[in-house]
């Protein structure tokens, strides 16, 4: 069975400020995939980015940036310079062979101006 | 291209009335996926087919929950008879491939009085 753990369950920072959200995951496959999904006030799900277990490095993607260590089955997420529009609930997710794709609790951010 | 669509967007029913909900995946997905949000249980994996064909129902709660998906354009799930409980955001979603991400629809948020 796979689980997904985000233990912040709410973060407040001030605009520009950095930020990163934790996610840690348990599995016992070999070959897995690893999301993170952004949830706006309007309610929608939006999919940031996908990684599978057999790459390990870090991807940017301008203000956004995910760092994945197998060692200590972790999947963070920082958010560079944060603005007032990234006020949002983030899911971190696990996805197996089997297709199951299990979520985390969330983290809800809040950026203050 | 459009993303996936679901109907109604918002439903507000009476306790012991049936409730269906529709999604129509998007074009060339061939895995499809019906989740459950609430407060107190985040994100919950349904049910999910493959080419039209259910492979795992585990995450549906009872019997009065019920999901087809005749084609591969379309899918409903349907509660019956409703009850206060099952009051929640419903997402559809769709996948191309195993391991392909999930975009998911904008949600129908159910109401049962």
């Known amino acids: 069975a796979q689980k997904v753990t985000q233990a912040q369950t709410e973060i407040s920072v001030v605009e520009k400020e950095d930020v990163t959200l934790d996610c840690v995951y348990e599995t016992r496959d070999t070959t897995y995939y690893l999301f993170w999904y952004k949830q706006p006030p309007s309610g929608e799900l939006v999919f940031l980015i996908r990684?599978?277990?057999?790459?390990?490095q870090n991807e940017i993607s301008g203000r956004y940036s995910w760092n994945f260590q197998k060692s200590t089955s972790s999947f963070n997420f920082t958010i560079t310079a944060s603005q007032v529009v990234d006020s949002a609930v983030y899911f971190c997710a696990s996805r197996n062979a089997g297709n199951m794709l299990t979520f985390g609790g969330g983290t809800r951010l809040m950026v203050k101006p | 291209d459009a993303g996936v669509i679901q109907s109604p967007r918002h439903e507000v029913t009476e306790m012991g009335q049936e409730v269906t909900l529709r999604c129509k995946p998007i074009?060339?997905?061939?895995?499809l996926f019906w989740y459950r949000q609430t407060m107190m249980r985040g994100l919950e994996l349904l049910i999910y087919?493959?080419?039209?064909?259910?492979?795992?129902d585990s995450g549906m709660p009872e019997d009065r929950f019920s999901a087809k998906m005749p084609n591969a354009s379309f899918s409903t799930l349907k509660i019956q008879p409703s009850e206060p409980r099952d009051s929640a955001v419903y997402f559809c979603a769709s996948s191309p491939g195993t391991f392909g991400e999930q975009f998911f629809g904008p949600g129908t948020r159910l109401t049962v009085l």
């Open positions: 074009s060339g997905h061939d895995y």
């Open positions: 990684r599978n277990s057999f790459d390990e």
């Open positions: 087919f493959n080419n039209n064909v259910p492979i795992d």
